[in-house]
């Protein structure tokens, strides 16, 4: 049983405007430290940052405008915290505490995620779909329920009807869909919104990637200030990360349909 939201659904939209500060933060400098939650909803932006990079309002601004629209932007950048900020001063040691673990993905999820880039691809609004065995539901906003019906006969959609979605109609949060982002990976940190000193970040990535090579559970803990982390450098680990999120275009892009 596995949950797909598209890169249009509220909080989707949340965990991108998150990704694309974070990209902003990368452009101002090859190893920032970086934190973004965002809550968006009814025409309001709030954006909280937490940062060693001196941002311009401009560029924050026009990330926000560029993927949500127009919309009120509530904007707050403070100084990352300067015992955090020390724990990275010398070395790149794990940034936080946390328990993580990558499971190798199903045919099932692997499945649905296919459906639901393709249904995307054409229906680019809000939606989310989901795959129980054979039972297929999606709701697809801004959509003719007639050809969907022709490309999924089967499929349960939009059971209320037609419908337009949105986050003037929800309201969307960062890292409110690790579900939809990880599949059976999800741990309690978060992907969206940080870099890559962040073990949330770097050591879900990792462990997600080794998953799959390995077709096996993996399970890792580590804690602020670490320096190895499965056997290896966490310096290593943040370059495996590193090339993955440049191997998808950024961590706005990362943010559209998380780890597969």
Request: proline share 3%; hydrophobic share 40%; aromatic share 8%.
């Given at each position: 049983?596995i949950?797909?939201v598209n ?11 998150a990704?694309?500060i ?6 101002n400098?090859d190893?920032p430290?970086?934190?973004v939650e965002v809550?968006?909803g009814?025409g309001?932006?709030h ?6 990079v ?12 560029r ?5 009120k932007?509530?904007?707050?950048i403070?100084?990352?915290d300067?015992y955090?900020?020390k724990n ?9 505490n ?13 499945q ?5 880039r393709?249904?995307?691809?054409k229906?680019p ?7 129980d065995?054979t039972?297929?539901?999606?709701c ?11 490309l ?9 009807g ?5 986050f003037?109609?929800?309201?969307g949060a ?5 579900g ?9 940190g978060?992907?969206?919104g940080?870099d890559l000193?962040k ?5 879900n990535?990792?462990a997600?990637l080794k998953a799959q ?15 190895v982390?499965?056997?290896?450098l ?13 191997s998808i ?9 998380g780890?597969?």
């Open positions: 049983m949950e797909k890169p249009k659904h509220p909080d989707k939209i949340a965990d991108r405007i990704g694309a974070v990209d902003i933060a990368y452009k400098c190893n430290k970086v934190a809550l968006i009814h309001v932006c954006v909280i940052i937490e940062s060693t001196n941002f311009k309002y401009k560029d924050i601004k026009e990330a926000i405008a993927i949500a629209g127009k919309v932007k509530d904007i707050v403070v100084r990352q300067k955090l900020s990275q001063e010398e070395t790149i040691r794990c940034g936080d946390g328990i993580f673990k990558g499971v190798p993905l199903t045919l099932e999820q692997k649905l995620s296919k459906i639901a393709k249904i995307y691809s229906y609004y809000d939606g989310k779909y989901i795959l065995d039972k297929l539901i999606i697809q906003s801004n959509a003719s329920k007639n050809e969907l019906e022709n999924y006969p089967n499929a349960i959609i939009n059971p209320l037609d419908w337009t979605g949105g003037n109609v929800d309201t960062t890292n409110r869909k690790l939809s982002d990880m599949a059976g990976s999800v741990t309690g978060g992907l969206h940080k000193s073990a949330d970040v770097s050591v990535i990792y997600f090579v390995e077709q096996r559970p993996i399970e890792l803990s580590c804690a602020i200030g670490d320096e982390v499965d056997g290896k966490y310096s290593e680990i943040v370059n495996i990360a590193r090339k993955y999120i440049d275009g950024g961590f706005e892009k990362f943010a559209e349909w780890l597969f």
